[in-house]
Protein backbone atom coordinates (compact mmCIF):
# COMPACT_ATOMS: atom_id res chain seq x y z
CA UNK A 1 0.00 0.00 0.00
CA UNK A 2 1.28 3.27 -0.50
CA UNK A 3 0.37 5.52 2.11
CA UNK A 4 -1.11 9.15 1.28
CA UNK A 5 1.38 10.88 3.63
CA UNK A 6 4.45 9.09 1.00
CA UNK A 7 2.36 10.88 -1.68
CA UNK A 8 4.05 13.94 -3.48
CA UNK A 9 1.52 16.57 -2.79
CA UNK A 10 -0.58 17.67 -6.33
CA UNK A 11 1.41 14.62 -7.76
CA UNK A 12 -1.16 13.67 -10.90
CA UNK A 13 -1.74 10.06 -10.08
CA UNK A 14 -3.28 9.19 -13.19
CA UNK A 15 0.02 9.29 -14.60
CA UNK A 16 2.11 7.56 -12.33
CA UNK A 17 4.57 4.70 -11.49
CA UNK A 18 3.34 1.85 -9.19
CA UNK A 19 5.72 -0.64 -7.93
CA UNK A 20 8.23 -0.10 -10.46
CA UNK A 21 5.90 -0.02 -13.13
CA UNK A 22 4.35 2.72 -15.18
CA UNK A 23 0.98 3.71 -15.24
CA UNK A 24 -0.85 6.03 -17.90
CA UNK A 25 -4.31 6.06 -16.49
CA UNK A 26 -5.77 9.32 -18.65
CA UNK A 27 -4.64 7.91 -22.44
CA UNK A 28 -4.17 3.92 -22.08
CA UNK A 29 -7.09 2.88 -19.49
CA UNK A 30 -10.64 3.13 -19.48
CA UNK A 31 -12.44 3.52 -16.23
CA UNK A 32 -14.90 1.07 -15.96
CA UNK A 33 -16.46 0.99 -12.65
CA UNK A 34 -16.21 3.04 -9.58
CA UNK A 35 -17.14 1.30 -6.34
CA UNK A 36 -17.54 2.19 -2.81
CA UNK A 37 -17.79 -0.49 -0.73
CA UNK A 38 -17.72 -1.82 2.90
CA UNK A 39 -18.26 2.32 3.82
CA UNK A 40 -14.78 2.66 3.38
CA UNK A 41 -13.01 1.30 0.30
CA UNK A 42 -13.17 3.15 -3.34
CA UNK A 43 -12.37 1.02 -5.83
CA UNK A 44 -11.65 2.22 -9.55
CA UNK A 45 -11.64 -0.53 -12.01
CA UNK A 46 -10.27 0.34 -15.09
CA UNK A 47 -9.69 -2.15 -18.73
CA UNK A 48 -6.56 -1.08 -21.35
CA UNK A 49 -7.51 -0.25 -24.21
CA UNK A 50 -5.71 -1.85 -26.18
CA UNK A 51 -5.12 -5.27 -24.74
CA UNK A 52 -8.66 -6.06 -22.30
CA UNK A 53 -6.24 -5.73 -19.06
CA UNK A 54 -7.71 -5.12 -16.13
CA UNK A 55 -6.58 -3.00 -13.10
CA UNK A 56 -8.15 -1.71 -10.15
CA UNK A 57 -6.78 1.24 -7.62
CA UNK A 58 -8.23 0.88 -4.21
CA UNK A 59 -8.25 3.87 -1.49
CA UNK A 60 -8.43 2.46 1.67
CA UNK A 61 -9.92 3.98 4.55
CA UNK A 62 -12.44 6.29 2.50
CA UNK A 63 -14.34 9.17 3.91
CA UNK A 64 -16.03 10.67 0.70
CA UNK A 65 -16.76 14.95 1.15
CA UNK A 66 -18.06 15.27 -2.25
CA UNK A 67 -19.45 13.18 -5.26
CA UNK A 68 -20.61 14.85 -9.00
CA UNK A 69 -21.90 11.89 -11.06
CA UNK A 70 -24.47 12.18 -13.99
CA UNK A 71 -24.91 10.70 -17.15
CA UNK A 72 -23.34 11.54 -20.30
CA UNK A 73 -24.79 10.44 -23.51
CA UNK A 74 -23.09 8.27 -25.86
CA UNK A 75 -20.64 7.52 -22.77
CA UNK A 76 -19.85 3.85 -22.48
CA UNK A 77 -16.68 4.14 -19.56
CA UNK A 78 -15.01 7.33 -18.35
CA UNK A 79 -11.64 8.90 -18.62
CA UNK A 80 -9.72 10.18 -15.74
CA UNK A 81 -8.69 13.67 -15.97
CA UNK A 82 -6.88 14.34 -13.22
CA UNK A 83 -6.34 12.19 -9.70
CA UNK A 84 -3.92 13.97 -7.20
CA UNK A 85 -3.46 14.56 -3.34
CA UNK A 86 -4.50 17.97 -2.79
CA UNK A 87 -4.77 20.04 0.50
CA UNK A 88 -8.29 21.18 2.60
CA UNK A 89 -9.32 23.88 4.53
CA UNK A 90 -9.65 23.05 8.76
CA UNK A 91 -10.63 25.50 10.88
CA UNK A 92 -9.53 28.32 8.12
CA UNK A 93 -5.89 26.65 7.43
CA UNK A 94 -4.72 24.72 4.78
CA UNK A 95 -3.75 21.60 5.56
CA UNK A 96 -2.09 17.95 3.85
CA UNK A 97 -3.13 15.70 6.04
CA UNK A 98 -5.81 14.81 9.12
CA UNK A 99 -4.32 13.83 12.49
CA UNK A 100 -4.80 10.04 11.03
CA UNK A 101 -2.19 10.87 8.27
CA UNK A 102 -5.61 10.40 5.49
CA UNK A 103 -4.59 13.13 2.45
CA UNK A 104 -7.38 14.50 0.44
CA UNK A 105 -7.97 13.23 -3.09
CA UNK A 106 -9.24 15.25 -6.33
CA UNK A 107 -10.81 12.42 -9.08
CA UNK A 108 -12.28 13.98 -12.18
CA UNK A 109 -12.90 12.59 -15.18
CA UNK A 110 -12.92 14.26 -19.11
CA UNK A 111 -16.61 14.02 -18.93
CA UNK A 112 -17.26 16.42 -15.90
CA UNK A 113 -17.56 13.83 -13.41
CA UNK A 114 -15.83 14.22 -9.69
CA UNK A 115 -15.01 13.00 -6.48
CA UNK A 116 -13.62 14.36 -3.02
CA UNK A 117 -12.39 12.12 -0.11
CA UNK A 118 -9.84 11.66 2.33
CA UNK A 119 -8.09 8.19 2.17
CA UNK A 120 -5.16 6.81 4.26
CA UNK A 121 -3.67 5.35 0.82
CA UNK A 122 -3.92 3.29 -1.89
CA UNK A 123 -3.58 -0.34 -3.89
CA UNK A 124 -3.10 -1.12 -7.50
CA UNK A 125 -4.14 -4.53 -8.65
CA UNK A 126 -3.48 -6.32 -11.67
CA UNK A 127 -5.88 -8.76 -13.00
CA UNK A 128 -4.18 -10.31 -16.13
Given at each position: MI??????????????EYD????????DYDCLRVLFENAEDLT???RHTSDDRRISIRFREVELYKIEFFNTPKVSNLIIDNLYRGRF???GHLEELTPLNKGYFYLEFDE?????????GLLVNCFE
Amino acid sequence: MIKSKEIQLFQNLSQYEYDGKYYDFHNDYDCLRVLFENAEDLTLIFRHTSDDRRISIRFREVELYKIEFFNTPKVSNLIIDNLYRGRFEFQGHLEELTPLNKGYFYLEFDEGQKIEFWSSGLLVNCFE
